[in-house]
């Protein structure tokens, strides 16, 4: 007669799926949910023909386009660049790495506003920077070029932390044995190395491009915030709550808040075939 082993709980730290499962809603719901739902009711006071009239605005499609548009070279930039930066700090040992490595976190640790002082200061007709590119007929305070600069210092080290440990895991061998077939370092790059990390970069720029759309304290101090022209979406959310127009500035914070979800969407979306395409790696 077969004997059946009593069968044991296996001890967990944390209380079961019941409980925990019970406070993440409860927690998300109070945290994220009831204000986003709340920010959705506002905006819905607006009748249709309210709502397309406010985010149909030439000024607000003016100020989506700046967001949008800057927000996206930026993170463009920061594909590039940052992939630049990760490579140096995984591949090269140099006097000051750590330093450097440190540096890539400044604008995590920075309060944005401390960052657009000091990028005003500096690319200003007087400032460090700007007093060079003055004469030359370059200008990045107060235009959309500062808006981009601004946007770019703010998103780097998404991309940089995201490449970071894709590049660590990167083989070596795999180059050295492209090489040793013959094929040229453009093609190493464009063949081994950029296929194995094309999800990490995608990530990274993908949540600089997130990250940026929203910024604000960085951009209000160089972009100069002129209508029409330097005026980001978020100074108009907050211009028109000046002026008392909630529903107004619920109204465009919703269709900021919707793009968002499809970009985290997106970033989810990327990171799940980045999983896929390592399990795939290392089969």
Known sequence: MATTRPRFRRHSVLPGFGPTLGFTLLYLSLVVLIPLAALAVRAASLSWSEFWSTVGDPRVVAAYRLSFGASFVAATLNGVFGFVVAWVLVRYRFPGRRLVD???DLPFALPTAVSGIALTSIFASTGWIGRWLEPLGVRVAFTRVGVVVALTLIGL?????TLQPALEDLETELEEAA????ARRAQTFRLVILPSVLPSL??????AFARAIGEYGSVIFIAGNLPMKTEIAPLLIVTKLEQYDYAGSTAIALVMLLASFVLLLAINGLQRWSRRHQIAEGA
């Open 157 to 161: 080290p998404f991309v940089v932390r």
């Open 179 to 182: 090489a040793s077939l013959g």
């Open 102 to 104: 440190a540096m890539v």
């Open 202 to 207: 995608l990530t990274g720029v993908a949540m």
